[in-house]
C-alpha cells in the first residue's frame, strides 16, 4: 500500500542534505503535503539560496557545519521552538565516489565517512534530545543496498555505509522505549541526472526514482507500525 501524503499535513520535519537530487524530492513533496520544513544545510552560501528556493512562512533554513555540535543543538532548538516540536529527522545527507585503494583520492575516505555518517550523527545528536523530551518522533537515513555485497572500486563508499548502518543499528537499540525510533532505507541505484551521465552505458530500467526512495522515507517515518518496532534497516524495492 502507497504511503498516504495526507499524513504529512501539519508534521514538522527536518531534512539534512535537501540540497541533493534526493532530498529536493524530500522537501518539495512534504511541502506540497503541507508539512513545515527545516533545512539544515552544511555551508553558509548555500542558506540564502536555499531561502530562495523555498520561500515561505512553513520552511526554516540554517547552517550547521558537520562537526558543529553547538550549531545542530541550536538549529534544531529553534525548530522546536518555532514550530512546536520536531516529528521527524529525515536524513537525505550522503555523496559517492569511487576509486581502486591506493588510486582513490587523498582524503577521501574521510570525506566519504563525514558526508554519510559524521554529518549525520551531528544532526541526529542535535535533535534528539528534544525528541526523547517529547517521547516520540523519527530519525531516518539513506544506506546503500550495496553493502554487504563488495564492489571494485568502492571500498571507501562501502566502508562509510556500513559504518553508517551500523550506527543506526545500535541507535535504534538505544531508543527502545523512548517513543523515538530510527531507521536507515537501502535503496538500490537512485535514478538521478548524476547517476545517468556517470553511467550513461548502464541499464536504468531497475533504477530506483526519487519519489519512490522520498516515500520509503515518509514511510519508516511516519507509517504505523502495529506489527511491530520499525525495523532499523530497511530495504527500497
Not at 544532526?123 to 544506506?143: D, F, N, S
Request: glycine share 12%; net charge positive; proline share 4%.
Amino acid at each position: 500500500m502507497a504511503f498516504d501524503l495526507a499524513m504529512l499535513a501539519g508534521k514538522t520535519i527536518l531534512v539534512g542534505g535537501a540540497t541533493g537530487q534526493l532530498g529536493s524530492v524530500v522537501v518539495r513533496t512534504a511541502l506540497d503535503a503541507g508539512a513545515r520544513i527545516a533545512i539544515a544545510v552544511r555551508k553558509p552560501w548555500q542558506v540564502d539560496k536555499v531561502k530562495a528556493a523555498y520561500p515561505g512562512a512553513n520552511v526554516l533554513v540554517g547552517c550547521v557545519p558537520d562537526a558543529d555540535g553547538e550549531a545542530a543543538a541550536g538549529f534544531a532548538k529553534g525548530v522546536n521552538d518555532a514550530f512546536s516540536g520536531i516529528d521527524a529527522l529525515l536524513c537525505c545527507n550522503g555523496a559517492f565516489a569511487a576509486g581502486a585503494v591506493g588510486r582513490d583520492a587523498s582524503g577521501e575516505l574521510q570525506e566519504l565517512m563525514t558526508a554519510n555518517v559524521l554529518s549525520v550523527a551531528n544532526l541526529v545528536r542535535g535533535a534528539l534530545w528534544l525528541m526523547k523530551r517529547r517521547k516520540r518522533g523519527a530519525i531516518v537515513c539513506v544506506g546503500s543496498a550495496s553493502v554487504g555485497l563488495g564492489g571494485a572500486n568502492v571500498a571507501n563508499y562501502l566502508a562509510s555505509k556500513a559504518a553508517l548502518h551500523e550506527w543506526v543499528r545500535a541507535l535504534a537499540l538505544e531508543l527502545v522505549g523512548t517513543g523515538v525510533r530510527a531507521a536507515a532505507i537501502v535503496p538500490g541505484t537512485l535514478d538521478t541526472e548524476t547517476n545517468r551521465k556517470a553511467m550513461p552505458d548502464a541499464d536504468a530500467s531497475q533504477w530506483l526514482p526519487l519519489d519512490v526512495v522520498a516515500h520509503a522515507m515518509f514511510t519508516a517515518a511516519f507509517a504505523p507500525t502495529g506489527a511491530g518496532p520499525l525495523h532499523p534497516v530497511q530495504k527500497v524495492r
